[in-house]
């Protein structure tokens, strides 16, 4: 037994300065990438060592780059795993760009709800988005969905006035597709809206274009999806948080 004992601390001590030495290795790594980024670079959000290769990865503003332990080397672009073919950096930043569903602020979006409304969609688009337009065709054909739409007028003025209009309308979901459907441009109004909070929120949680899709399960999809897609998104989602 006082073998026994003896060797489960001698583990747990060996753990504890591996974790130790892997927190200073990171620490290390982290001033190498922000000596070799320099002055007025973006700031440096995490480092972590890796499996793959004994790497450490560094995120960045969403985005992911690899050095060794002494940053001789950065390497820009995706790792993938050989045997299993999976892309790992990929897989890294969909896990990452993951947020919550329920701390979605969805009084400052346009509500709509077709069919039953069990399933759950939030979007942050821009009235004046191509794709966005392309996403709202793919819409008429999905049902039994309640969909929040932020708007995010992030491509011109004339995109910030046209969500001002939309927000002010009698009917806000008629008046987005009214837009986005037909081309009927919103009748001017006016109101306290919430421009500037949705903005804040975009920028808060990495939306960087539009559309951006976020489901109930919390995960990401940064564009356009065809309605067979968004079926297939939807479900997984919402069996995800069951």
């Known amino acids: 037994m006082k073998f026994t004992a003896g060797s489960t601390f001698l583990a747990g001590l060996a753990a504890l300065c591996l974790s130790q030495f892997?927190?200073?290795?990171?620490a290390e790594v982290k001033k190498g990438v922000e000596a070799w980024l320099g002055a007025g670079a973006p700031?440096?959000?995490?480092?972590?060592?890796?499996?793959?290769?004994?790497?450490?990865?560094?995120?960045?503003?969403?985005?992911?780059?690899?050095?060794?332990?002494?940053?001789?080397?950065?390497?820009?672009?995706?790792?993938?795993?050989?045997k299993t073919r999976k892309n790992l950096s990929q897989e890294r930043k969909q896990k990452l760009s993951q947020i919550k569903f329920s701390d979605l602020p969805l009084d400052l979006a346009v509500k709509q709800v077709k069919g039953n409304g069990k399933r759950v969609?939030?979007?942050?688009?821009d009235p004046n988005c191509t794709y966005c337009k392309k996403l709202a065709k793919e819409l008429r054909g999905v049902s039994d969905v309640t969909i929040y739409t932020f708007l995010f007028p992030i491509l011109s003025p004339d995109s910030v006035e046209k969500s001002k209009n939309i927000w002010c309308a009698g009917d806000r979901a008629k008046a987005w597709n009214d837009l986005m459907l037909d081309g009927k441009t919103p009748a001017t109004a006016n109101c306290d809206h919430p421009t500037d909070k949705v903005l804040a929120l975009g920028r808060k949680i990495g939306v960087?274009?539009?559309?951006?899709?976020?489901?109930?399960?919390?995960?990401?999809?940064?564009?356009?999806?065809?309605a067979a897609s968004l079926e297939k998104a939807l479900d997984k989602g919402s069996a995800d948080v069951r």
Request: charged share 25%.
């Open 22 to 26: 892997a927190l200073a290795g990171e």
């Open 43 to 82: 700031k440096i959000e995490n480092v972590r060592k890796i499996e793959a290769g004994g790497l450490y990865e560094i995120q960045i503003e969403g985005e992911l780059l690899y050095t060794d332990d002494k940053v001789s080397y950065i390497i820009l672009g995706d790792i993938v795993d050989a």
């Open 121 to 125: 969609l939030a979007t942050f688009e």
């Open 208 to 226: 960087r274009g539009t559309p951006a899709m976020f489901f109930a399960d919390g995960s990401r999809v940064p564009g356009y999806m065809p």
